[in-house]
């Protein structure tokens, strides 16, 4: 009854939001939940730098605010993304009831991260990559879609991933042409080469740059887990698998687009939790790049399965184990 309300009702659905928001997001700003902020993770030297000159390099309320407005900006163009391509038809509203808790539960959102400003690059890539599907000749398409996982991984090291996720994707949605995956990785290859020109042109060398990469490589900064990121993903970790099984129970219905769209999201998340675990240079705030596949397969589950009251019991404990979460991470 209460799911069934939320996809129905888009002013409820917007209520409820509003209420999640209320009980999470003023718990950023509270004097006490300074001992926790995360300082961002994973940023480039792109990122850092523009960090410094906007924010000074410190972590201030005008952070938190331009996270909060980052956050809209990937709710945005992940709605944009589902509406273009009708992967499920749940309205808007249902979008921001899935991603705001989930999101705000899973690495505390009181800096601006560079994932955050990746994953908006991503959705639009992926937007293309999608478009690709009934394309006759799609090269273009495809270099604009590594054109902005390029941009994304400018900001958010973690990112990088994107290139072999890109490649995959192309196989996924078309015969295998070698022109095509040379294009797309121009495309990816297309602002990194730009940056590195204008910063060469500007600074006169790229010794920075290449000490950066080689501090990646041989030194890593490491996973930072903490009493609360395990307590999260492990929450996180048994609320997907059910939704998983759930989905799979669907499977069968979705059409020729919808199949492989569902096996590029699941593809993407589980390289990105692999390169997180297994590379050692990338922090555990690089699980902020799930939040696209994630978010999508969790809206699916809510609107497109059979009701039940089952399905009623998992959409009401995914909202409350959120937000439980969210006051764990900030201690209220």
């Known amino acids: 009854m209460i799911l069934k309300q939320a996809k ?27 001992q926790y902020i995360i300082e961002p993770e994973n940023g480039t030297p792109l990122f850092n730098t523009l960090y410094g000159m906007i924010f000074g390099g410190t972590v201030t309320v005008w952070t938190q605010i331009a996270s909060l407005l980052a956050m809209t900006a ?77 941009i994304a ?24 042409k070698g022109g095509e995956l040379s294009i797309f990785v121009v495309g990816f290859l297309t602002p990194i080469t730009f940056y590195l020109a204008v910063y060469y042109l500007v600074e006169g060398t790229l010794e920075p740059l290449s000490d950066y990469l080689h501090t990646l490589i041989t030194v890593g900064a490491g996973l930072t887990v903490t009493y609360n990121s395990i307590i999260c993903i492990a929450v996180s970790t048994l609320l997907l698998i059910i939704a998983s099984v759930m989905i799979l129970n669907e499977y069968p219905k979705y059409n020729l687009f919808s199949s492989r769209a569902y ?20 922090s555990i705030q690089a699980l902020r790049l799930t939040a696209i596949p994630v978010t999508i397969l969790y809206v699916t589950v809510f609107h497109d399965s059979k009701p039940s009251l089952w399905l009623d019991i998992f959409f009401v404990a995914f909202i409350v184990l959120n937000i439980a979460l969210q006051i764990l991470w900030y201690r209220l």
């Not at 959705?123 to 902005?148: Q, Y």
């Not at 096996?263 to 990338?282: C, E, Q």
């Open 8 to 34: 129905q009702n888009g002013m409820e659905a917007m209520a409820a939001v509003a209420v999640v928001l209320l009980l999470t997001v003023p718990a950023i700003f509270l004097p006490h939940t300074r």
């Open 263 to 282: 096996r590029l999201l699941l593809i993407m998340f589980l390289i990105v939790v692999g390169s997180t675990f297994f590379l050692p240079y990338f």
């Open 153 to 176: 991984t400018l900001f958010c090291t973690p990112a990088a991933v994107m290139l072999v996720i890109g490649l995959i994707a192309v196989m996924v949605f078309r015969p295998i």
């Open 74 to 150: 990937e709710l945005s163009v992940l709605v944009l993304l589902n509406s273009d391509f009708e992967l499920t038809r749940a309205k808007p509203s249902l979008f921001a009831l899935v991603f705001l808790p989930m999101t705000l539960s899973l690495v505390p959102c009181n800096t601006l991260l560079p994932e955050q400003i990746a994953n908006i690059f991503i959705a639009l890539g992926l937007i293309k990559v999608f478009a690709c599907h009934s394309m006759d000749n799609a090269s273009w398409t495809f270099f604009d879609a590594g054109l902005f996982f390029g």
